[in-house]
């Protein structure tokens, strides 16, 4: 296995290094550009619906198992219930765990970041990223090929994220993200990593709580620290020495948030309905 990581401000493979749930909880498909494919499985996480740990079965039916941490990380051997783009379907999902060990999990314990396939209007070496709501998974392409893959918080509540099809228009190193409205008041100093997409909304760290893979945020897409800046990196648009922002709309990199298997629509800058490539 591998992991990313920055290094002289490009994401770089690290070979050997195996694939970790920690502190990231993120999983990597591929050796970065042109690189070959680690796995076909799809990486799956464990977040329990209560408590710390999710039961482990040897078997669908069984009545007990073993306990397994929240977090964990293990790749998708079979689904013997309904479509995995809805938590807490009834149903399981037999996964593969870090020791090797193949156990049943109920889908409602799990976070699958499954496979999609690339949109038509998506280039062959295009960057790509795909984030799905009802699993609170994050999964980066180029092209056909996963790249990285790794939990994530939206919006929660009133505040939930809204779904569409962007391209990220800018990064930034390090801001304040605050909020006067009388509704809703906030003030969140040296917020790092962020990726623009709509106007307030950006894939960024959330360095103030530690709950990915569930809803949590005000409708910005929260991810740990080092996965926010292992994605920042690979957006590829390097911030000039000494800057904190960028702009990054001429790479073309998309974000198509979603609810469910259905293409969402594409949004313009404030969020309005657009045809891309039309008015």
Known sequence: GAILVPSGGAVAPVPGAGVTAEPSAAAVDALGAGGHPLTGL???WVVPA?????VARMKPDD???EPVPARTLGWVLADAGADAGSVGKSGFVLVRLPDNRERWFARADLRVAARRPKPADVGSAQQWIDVDLGQ???VAYRGEVREFATLISSGQGRFATPVGRHVIRKKTGQARL???RAWMRWDIPDVPWLLWYRESFALHA???HDDFGKPRSHGCINLSPLDARTLFAWVEQPLPDGWLEANVWDQQ???QIRRGPDLPPWRKWDGSPWRRGGA
Do not use: E, K, M, N
């Open 50 to 54: 209560s408590g710390d740990h999710a």
């Open 136 to 138: 609170q998974t994050l």
């Open 63 to 65: 009545t007990g198992g």
């Open 253 to 255: 990199v998309i974000v």
């Open 178 to 180: 605050r909020s006067d």
């Open 206 to 208: 959330a360095y103030w």
């Open 42 to 44: 799809d990486p799956a």
